[in-house]
C-alpha cells in the first residue's frame, strides 16, 4: 500500500481531496516562525540522526533539504494493524521546531507514543491519520471519532496547530490528554520551541490542563520542556500560570530529575534562565552531590550564564555526581578558561580534588588548555598534589601531545617535581617517552629530569629515550655543558674563574639514600658510554675518586690478607704437614706419596718446621676472613640479587668461600687426596681472583683488561681449531705407540699443545735411540704438516688475533678506563649507601655511617655548592691539566654573554652625554680587552715556542745517533780474504767511506 493509499471502501475523489487539504495544511503551517537563539549549532550535534520517509537516513545538519514528503507516512505490516507516524508537519525548505533547544524528548519519541495511541483503534486507524495530516478544514476533523481526540489534541500540541487544538477542545476533547507515558498535552506543546507553543499552553490551560504534572518517569514538566527546548515565551506563560518553578528539586518522588533552570542553562538560553530567576528558582540544590545550573554552565563554557549565576550567588564549592566534581573541575576539563577566570574571581577553591583525587589542574593539563593552567597557577594551585594513582598535573600534562610542551614549561617554571613517580613508578619523562613526545621530553631533559629514575619493572628513563626517542639524546651533552659557569674574567683571561655545577648528574636530593653514580651507570647500561668522555663526567669522576679510593683500598687489602691466609693456610696443611713426615726415623722415611718426592731428600726437609701456634694461626685467620667474605657476599646478594647473579666474580668468590671449608676438613690421609686436587686448584683460583681485583684500579685496569680479553679471544680460537688439534695429537700417537708423551691421549693432546708454542724437539723424535719413528716417511709427513699448519698457520693467526685485540683495546683505553671507574665507584657506593646497613646492631654506630656517606659524595645534599677551577692556572692542580683543557673549550663553544659586559652595558644609553666617568670606564673596558687579546698573543706564542724547542731538541738527539751511527760504520774491522788486494779494493770502496757516507 503506497503512502497515501486509501483503502478499496473509500472513493478515488475522496483521496485525493484528501492529498488538496493535506498540501494546504502544510502550506499553512510552514509559515510558523522558528525562534532562533545563539548556540543552536552546539545542540544540533547531539541529536542522532534520523530516518525520513523514503527510508532515507539524515543528519540534523542536513534537515531541511532532505524532507519532501507530505506530514504522514503511514507503513502497514503484514502481520499486525500497527502504523507509524513519522515526520509530522515538517515542510520542505524548513527547519524542524524540534532542532531547537535541548529538548527532553526527541520528536521522533513523541510521535511513535502517538502511534502507540493509533495502533490501538480499529482497522479505519489509517483514516484517521489521514484526517490529523489534513488541513484546518473542521469538516473533515469532524468525522475523527471521538475515541481519538487524545491523539489529536497530542498531535496538535506537537505540531502547535492552533487552530486543530481549539477545535477539539471545544467539541469535548480533553485538555489533560496523554500518551501510555503520562506525558500530557502540555507537555507536546511545551517541548516545542515554536512562537506559536505560548498559545497552546494558553488554550489548555484556559481548558483547565493541569499546570505541573509529570510524566510516568518523572522526567520533566511542562516548565522543564519549555526550559529544555529554550522557549522563553512559554516559559513565560507558564510561570504566570503558576507553574513550579523548582520542580524536582530535591524531590524524594523523582531524584533523578533536574530543575527547569538546570535544563534553561542547558539549553543555553538565557531569556529563560533569566525568567525562571525572577521567578524565585534556587540557583543551589539542597540535595547533596545533585546537579547544579553551575555545573552545566561550567561544562558547556557558557561565560554569559556562568555570570549570571555567580551574580545570584550560586555556590561553587558544591560537588556533582560520583566523582564528586566542582565546577572548576568541569570547566578545567573542558579547557574552558572564561569560565575558570570567573571562578577563580568567585573564590573557587583551586585546589579541591575529585573522587580520582585530581584537582582542577590535573584536569586543565589533561585538556591541553594553555590558558587555564595559566589561569589556576596564577591563582595559587598546587603543582605537587597527586591523585590516586600518585600523578601529579606534570604527569597528565604529556600524557597527550598536542601543547603538552608549553603546559610542560609552565609547570616547570612554577617549580613542579619533575622527577615524581607514579603508582607504577614512571617519572614525567618516562611517559614523554612512551608517548614519543620528543618535545616534552626535551624540555624535561634540559630542566634536569633524572635519566636514571626505574619505574617498578627496572626500566630506566633512558632506556626508553634510546628506544623511543632516539633525538632526545643529543640533548644530553647540551645539559652537561650548562655546568660550566664564568665567574670572574674572560674565558681566555689568565685570573678566569669557573665554576662547576655538578647538579647536572646528580638531580635529585636522594644522594645520601642512593648515591651519585646512578646517571652515570645508565649511561653505561644503555649503551651511552661515549658520554662518559664529557668534561663534566671526567671531572666528576676524578673528584669522585678522590673520595672514595680510601674505601677501595681497604677492600682491596681485604682481598690480599684473605688470599694471603689462605696460601698460608694451604701450604702448612698440604706442603709443610706432609713435608714433616720426611723428619721421623732421622729423615729415613719418605713421604706417604711418591709423587712428592721432589721435596725430600735422605738427609734434610727442604721446608722448615712451622711452629703449631703458626699452623693454627693461619688456619683461624683464613677461616675468619672466609666468614666474612661469606657475610659480605650474603649482604651483596641481599641487596642487588638480579646483579648479583649476572656476575662471574660472585661466583669465583663463592667457590673459595666452599674451597676454605673443605681444606680445613679433617683429612684422612688413608681415603684418597681430594683436598689436594682442591686446594691446588683453589690456590690459583684465589690469586686469580686478586688479579682481577687489583685490575679495578684504574690504573691496572687496562692491563688486566687486555690479559682477560686476549684470554677470552684466545679460549674461542682454540675452540674453534681444536678439531685441528686433535688431530694431529692423534696422528702422532698412533706414529709413536710406544713413546708415553704421545701414545695416551691426554699426555698427546697436551704435548701437541707444547709444540706448538715452538718446543717441536724434531731431533729427539727423529734421530734420538728411544724415539726413533717406526714409519719414518709418513711421520715426516704428518710432522711436516703439523709445522705448517699449526705451528706456522695457527699461532700466527694467534698471534695476530691477540696484537688485534691490544691495539683496540689501546685506542679505547680511555673510554675503558673511565667505564671499570664508573663501575667501581658504583660498586663502592652501593655498599655503602645500602639500606641493609641500617639493620646492623646499634653498635655500629648511625653517625659514623652518615659521616662516612658524607664524606664520599661529591654533591652535598644540604646545600647547592659548587667547584672552582682556574683553566688557565697552571697552579691549579685540582684537575688534570687535559680536563681543563676541555672544560675551556666547551666555554669558548658556547655563546658567551658574560664577555664585555661593562662594554654593552656603558652603551645602554645612547643618548646620555659623554661624561668623564663613562669616558674613563669606556676606556678601562678597551684596555681590558687590549689585555685579553695580548694574553692570547702571549699563549699562542709561549706555544710555539715549546713546540720549536721541541723538534730542536729531537733534531740534536737525532744528528747525535746519526754521529754515533758513522762512527761505527767507519771504525768496523774489514773482512779478511786470501786476494792480496782485497785491502786495498776495501780501503777503497765509496761505500765504506766516511766522506761519502
Known amino acids: 500500500m503506497g503512502k497515501y493509499d486509501m483503502p478499496s471502501t473509500l472513493s478515488d475523489q475522496k483521496c485525493s481531496e484528501e492529498r488538496r487539504d493535506n498540501k494546504d495544511f502544510r502550506t499553512r503551517s510552514g509559515r510558523a516562525k522558528v525562534r532562533k537563539y545563539a548556540n543552536r549549532q552546539a545542540f544540533q550535534d547531539r541529536r542522532k540522526p534520523w530516518t525520513t520517509t523514503n527510508g532515507a537516513t539524515c543528519s540534523p545538519n542536513h534537515f531541511d533539504t532532505a524532507v519532501d514528503d507530505p506530514t504522514f507516512s503511514i507503513s502497514s505490516e503484514s502481520n499486525t494493524s500497527r502504523t507509524e507516524l513519522k515526520n509530522c508537519t515538517i515542510q520542505a525548505g524548513e527547519p524542524s521546531l524540534w532542532l531547537s533547544g535541548s529538548s527532553v524528548w526527541t520528536e521522533d519519541q513523541l510521535k511513535n507514543s502517538i502511534d502507540e495511541l493509533l495502533s490501538n483503534q480499529e482497522a479505519s486507524s489509517v483514516h484517521i491519520k489521514t484526517i490529523l495530516g489534513s488541513t484546518e478544514q473542521s469538516r473533515n476533523w469532524c468525522e475523527l471519532p471521538s475515541s481519538c481526540y487524545n491523539a489529536a489534541i497530542l498531535y496538535a500540541s506537537m505540531t502547535t496547530n492552533i487552530a486543530m487544538l481549539r477545535f477539539f477542545l471545544q467539541h469535548g476533547a480533553s485538555p489533560k490528554a496523554a500518551d501510555c507515558e503520562q506525558r500530557t498535552a502540555l507537555h507536546y ?51 504566570h500560570a503558576g507553574a513550579d518553578v523548582n520542580a524536582g528539586l530535591a524531590d524524594p518522588k523523582y531524584p533523578d530529575s533536574s530543575t527547569p533552570l538546570v535544563w534553561a542553562v542547558r539549553a543555553r538560553s538565557a531569556p529563560c534562565a533569566i525568567h525562571l530567576l525572577e521567578a524565585g528558582a534556587a540557583v543551589n ?72 583525587g585530581q584537582t582542577p589542574l590535573h584536569l586543565a593539563t589533561l585538556s591541553q588548555s594553555v590558558e587555564s ?62 608517548n614519543e613526545n620528543s618535545k616534552a621530553a626535551t624540555v624535561l631533559v634540559q630542566a634536569g ?24 639524546l643529543a640533548t644530553i651533552p647540551r645539559r652537561l655543558d650548562s655546568a660550566v659557569i664564568v665567574a670572574d674574567h674572560d674565558p681566555l683571561d689568565p685570573d678566569c674563574e669557573l665554576h662547576l655545577d655538578f647538579n647536572v648528574i646528580v638531580p635529585g636530593g636522594d644522594q645520601q639514600r642512593l648515591g651519585e653514580t646512578g646517571f652515570l651507570i645508565t649511561l653505561v647500561a644503555a649503551g651511552q658510554r661515549h658520554i662518559l668522555q664529557h668534561p663534566i663526567i671526567r671531572a ?87 666468614a666474612l667474605s661469606l657475610g659480605k657476599e650474603f649482604f651483596q646478594l641481599l641487596q642487588t640479587p638480579s646483579e648479583y647473579v649476572r656476575s662471574s666474580e660472585n661466583y669465583i668468590q663463592c667457590f673459595l668461600i666452599i674451597g676454605v671449608v673443605a681444606i680445613n676438613l679433617p683429612k684422612n690421609l ?43 679471544n684466545i679460549a674461542k680460537f682454540l675452540t674453534a681449531y681444536m678439531s685441528l688439534i686433535i688431530g694431529f695429537s692423534l696422528g702422532l700417537s698412533v706414529l709413536y705407540p710406544e713413546t708415553k708423551s704421545l701414545a695416551l691421549l691426554p699426555y698427546s693432546l697436551v704435548t701437541t699443545v707444547v709444540m706448538m708454542t715452538g718446543e717441536l724437539e724434531y731431533s729427539k723424535y727423529f734421530y734420538d735411540d728411544g724415539y726413533r719413528p717406526i714409519y719414518p716417511i709418513t711421520t715426516l709427513v704428518v710432522f711436516l704438516a703439523f709445522l705448517l699448519f699449526v705451528v706456522v698457520v695457527l699461532m700466527n693467526l694467534l698471534v ?27 660498586r663502592m657506593e652501593s655498599i655503602v649507601f645500602s639500606p641493609w646497613l641500617n639493620q646492623l646492631p646499634c653498635w655500629f654506630d648511625t653517625r659514623a655511617r652518615k659521616f662516612i656517606q658524607r664524606k664520599i659524595l661529591v654533591v652535598p645534599p644540604t646545600h647547592h655548592r659548587l667547584y672552582t677551577v682556574r683553566p688557565n692556572d697552571p697552579r691549579d692542580n685540582r684537575f688534570p691539566p687535559d680536563i681543563k683543557d676541555n672544560i675551556l673549550k666547551i666555554l669558548l663553544a658556547k655563546p658567551h654573554k658574560k664577555s664585555y659586559r661593562e662594554l654593552h652595558r656603558s652603551n645602554t644609553n645612547q643618548s646620555a652625554p659623554l661624561t668623564e666617568e663613562l669616558f674613563d670606564e669606556l676606556m678601562q673596558n678597551v684596555h681590558r680587552l687590549c689585555h685579553n687579546c695580548v694574553s692570547q ?16 731538541n729531537q733534531w740534536i738527539s737525532t744528528k747525535k745517533q746519526l754521529d754515533t751511527l758513522i762512527g761505527i760504520l767507519t771504525e768496523r774491522p774489514l773482512p779478511s780474504g786470501p786476494s792480496p788486494g782485497g785491502q786495498q779494493r776495501n780501503a777503497n770502496s765509496p761505500g765504506l767511506s766516511s766522506h761519502n757516507f
Not at 682481598?559 to 729423615?587: G, P
Not at 686478586?690 to 684500579?697: E, I, K, P, T, Y
Open 670 to 712: 688413608n681415603h684418597g687426596d681430594w683436598q689436594q686436587h682442591m686446594a691446588a686448584i683453589i690456590i690459583v683460583v684465589a690469586w686469580m681472583e686478586l688479579m682481577m681485583h687489583v685490575g679495578r684500579f684504574p690504573v691496572f685496569g687496562l692491563y688486566v683488561q687486555m690479559f682477560t680479553t686476549v684470554a677470552a
Open 285 to 356: 540544590s539542597p540535595q547533596a552531590y545533585s546537579e547544579a545550573p553551575i555545573h552545566v554552565a561550567a561544562t558547556q563554557g557558557d561565560t554569559d550564564l556562568m555570570e549570571l549565576l555567580l551574580q545570584k550567588k550560586a555556590d561553587v564549592r558544591v560537588l556533582f555526581g560520583r566523582e564528586r566534581m566542582s565546577a572548576l573541575h568541569l570547566a578545567a576539563e573542558r579547557g574552558n578558561s572564561g569560565c575558570i577566570h570567573l571562578l577563580l574571581n568567585a573564590k573557587a577553591d583551586c585546589n579541591t580534588v575529585n573522587f580520582r
Open 449 to 472: 629530569a633524572d635519566l636514571s629514575a626505574k619505574t617498578k619493572g627496572g626500566v630506566s628513563a633512558l632506556d626508553f629515550l634510546v628506544r623511543r626517542t632516539p633525538d632526545v
Open 189 to 239: 506543546a511545551a517541548s516545542s520551541s515554536a512562537v506559536a507553543a505560548a498559545d497552546c499552553i494558553i488554550s489548555l490551560r484556559e481548558y483547565g490542563a493541569e499546570i505541573n504534572p509529570w510524566d510516568k518517569l518523572g522526567v520533566a514538566t511542562p516548565l522543564i520542556c519549555a526550559a529544555a527546548a529554550g522557549n522563553a515565551d512559554a516559559v513565560k506563560v507558564l510561570l
Open 540 to 626: 666528576f669522576l676524578h673528584l669522585k675518586w678522590f673520595k672514595i679510593r680510601s674505601l677501595f683500598i681497604v677492600s682491596l687489602l681485604f682481598h690480599a690478607v684473605f688470599v694471603l691466609s689462605l696460601s698460608a693456610n694451604i701450604l702448612s696443611i698440604y706442603v709443610v704437614h706432609r713435608n714433616r713426615n720426611c723428619s721421623v726415623a732421622n729423615n729415613q722415611q719418605p713421604p706417604l706419596n711418591n709423587e712428592s718426592d721432589v721435596m725430600w731428600d735422605s738427609t734434610h726437609c727442604l721446608y722448615p718446621q712451622w711452629p703449631l701456634w703458626l699452623q693454627d694461626a693461619f688456619k683461624y685467620l683464613n677461616l675468619a676472613f672466609g
Open 373 to 434: 593552567v595559566a589561569a589556576l597557577l596564577e591563582a595559587g594551585a598546587r603543582h605537587d598534589i597527586c591523585d590516586n594513582e600518585l600523578k601529579s598535573p606534570l604527569h597528565s600534562a604529556i600524557i597527550k601531545t598536542s601543547r603538552s610542551t608549553d603546559i610542560v614549561h609552565l609547570l616547570i617554571t612554577a617549580g613542579a617535581d619533575i622527577n615524581g613517580r607514579d603508582n607504577f613508578g614512571c617519572t614525567p619523562l618516562h611517559l614523554a617517552a612512551i
Open 800 to 826: 695476530g688475533l691477540a696484537v688485534s685485540d691490544i691495539q683496540g683495546l689501546r685506542k679505547s683505553a680511555g673510554l675503558d678506563r673511565l667505564v671499570r671507574q664508573t663501575r667501581l665507584i658504583a
Open 937 to 952: 698573543i702571549v699563549l699562542m706564542n709561549s706555544s710555539v715556542e715549546n713546540r720549536l724547542s721541541k723538534l730542536e
